[in-house]
């Protein structure tokens, strides 16, 4: 069992007060690059020599890596005290970012920013328990409030910014914009972030190996599947050694004592329902911020920053959704309020079938708006729900899980986004704007049916589920 931090007095107030700006930073530049990459893709995609569905690769790869190491992120810490790691994810993120901007091959672009992800894994866990250990429980909500408001404003300027930069500058820019933030944030963590440690448990390195391998060798076959670069005996024997490991991995979860997940957690039916059912809507709406330049720019002719600007209202939505979100939830419970939002949000997703050429684009704007609304509410009441019947004591393992969770399915969903249009687009007529409309409009159309599917998993919960966490904890950010 872990004890008290073993070392580092608490911060001076100077400290306190610089610290939540060094840690919103990181989390800046780790939530900036889920989403900064997305408008740029056909620009990318052309000036490597591939196409733009085969990039699906490299946004998928850096969510996959955060999924995989976000795991052993608290463990790192509290053995090697969180200055060090928290540098060292810096460190690794900025070098990762510099390379991905060296790269001009598909493959090795993908292997930069699996590197990048494995930086970005560890500095939002490892900044958020800086913080806790840092502020008294008076402070500290409004320390969380704080650094948490990159998570919402980076995906909102990710877009405009990452068409605006393959616009007017070089699609490079995009990667090495991270490097001087990242230098000047990497000598201010090491001069001003207090150093904790804690004893620590086993890792459990035999998990790590099952749970990491099993997931990689997964997004392998979900990415190389459709792109007929393997027979389908072989697709079918990755696949199958895929599931044997993360099904191993399972067997062994439940028969060692510090497992890497604590899976034993979904034993409870309130973070059962939420983890579950957040995996499924992610899976399905996890690859829109893929498909939309697409559609966008390749199919309707838009600029990278036109596309940008109309991918913005989502994120402007889901901002301001956040002032009700909570009074909604009190008012109609969890489970009313998953069941009849997971509805309404797969119709708009389905919606967006029906964008071409000659939709207006306050239209687009306004439809993007209300998407962005109901994901928006989606994702935090997936989120709160999650902790509601979880105790103090299990509340880092039920993180770990959650986040592992959230980052895998963004992964997949972008893959299966991908996979979905180049079922129905034949790879000769992929360059042809007609035809791409024609392939994402299904693509749509099927993930909107597939987000169906957590339904059935929200309908598993009761009418008073997390009933005292809407009552007891405030609900900041989702």
Known sequence: ?????????????????????????AFFMESLDTTILNTAVPIVAKAIGTTPLSMKAVLASYTLSLAVFIPVSGWMADRFGTRCVFASAIGIFTFGSLLCGLMSNIHLLVACRVLQGCGGAMMVPVGRLTLVRSFPRSELIRAMSFVAIPALVAPMLGP??????????????????????????????????????ERTRPLDIEGLILFGAGLALLSYVLEVFGE????????????????????????????????LLRLGLFRIRS?????????FT?????????????????????????????????????MSTKIVIRQVLERFGYRTVLIGNTLL??????????????????????????YGGLTSTQYTSMNTLAYADVSPAKASAASSIASTSQQLSISFGVAIAGLATMFFVPPAARS???????????????LGLFTLLSTAVFSRLKREDGADETRQKDIHLG
């Open 345 to 370: 949000m797969s119709v708009f997703l389905m919606l967006f079938a029906a964008i071409g050429t000659g939709t207006p684009v306050w239209l687009i704007v306004l439809q993007a708006f209300c």
């Open 271 to 279: 973070f059962a329902a939420a983890v579950g059912g957040g995996f």
């Open 282 to 318: 992610r899976l399905g709406i996890g690859g829109v911020p893929f498909l939309l330049p697409l559609l966008y720019q390749v199919g309707l002719g838009f600029s990278p920053v036109q596309s940008g600007l109309l991918i913005m209202p989502q994120a402007a939505a889901a």
């Open 432 to 446: 042809s704007p007609i035809e791409m409309i024609h392939g994402l409009h299904h693509a749509f159309l099927a």
């Open 160 to 197: 405009a910014a990452g068409g605006f930069i393959v616009s007017y500058f070089h699609w490079r820019a995009i990667f090495f914009l991270n490097v001087p933030v990242g230098i000047a944030g990497l000598v201010l963590v090491w001069m001003k972030l207090p150093d904790y440690r």
């Open 228 to 259: 007929h670069a393997l027979s389908a005996p072989e697709i079918l024997g990755l696949l199958f050694v895929s599931i044997a490991l993360l099904f191993g991995y399972g067997v062994h979860a439940e028969r060692t004592r510090w497992p």
């Open 1 to 25: 069992m872990t004890t008290k931090a073993l070392t580092s007095a608490t911060p001076s107030p100077a400290i306190r007060r610089v610290l939540p700006w060094l840690v919103a930073v």
